[in-house]
């Protein structure tokens, strides 16, 4: 479970990168957009099979914002939209990050732990890319307001 479960969330944040780049956002109306809706589901879902710890942990409390936070973008303004499927992108990346850091190489991973430097630079990493990204995607939704 954790193999495909892995498989489908970097599945999906590839396929946000793909919205991101074509579209300028994650458009739930596009092939794009839906697939990125389905795969993430799909990633949430199966985090709560996933209990290494044996008990709920930050990932599943993640996972279950990022399925609130799909809903509350499919079904509300641009605004909104924008902010909070870009804001599903960003909560994936935390695990992504963490998992991955202290994970590879096999041999020697790069973080002992979620509070090692390389892990809260990774995250800030992200969290810059986040606040810069919503903020070109908020200005392309004001500029195609005002030609409209």
Known sequence: MGIFHTLVGVLAVIVALVG????GKINPGS????????LTLIACLTTFGLM??????????????ILVLLGVGVFTSRYIQTVA????????MIPTTV???TRLPLDQ?????????????????????????????????RTSNQVS
Request: net charge positive.
């Open 31 to 38: 092939m794009t957009g839906r697939l990125y809706i389905g």
């Open 109 to 141: 991973p790069i973080a002992q732990g979620p509070d090692s430097p390389a892990v809260q630079i990774g995250i800030l990493t992200c969290v810059v890319i986040f606040v810069v990204g919503v903020f070109f995607q908020i200005k392309k939704i």
């Open 85 to 92: 499927l870009s804001l599903t992108v960003l909560l994936s």
């Open 52 to 65: 290494r710890t044996g008990h709920f942990s930050v990932g599943h409390v993640l996972s279950a914002l």
């Open 20 to 23: 991101f780049f074509r579209e």
């Open 99 to 101: 998992e991955t850091l």
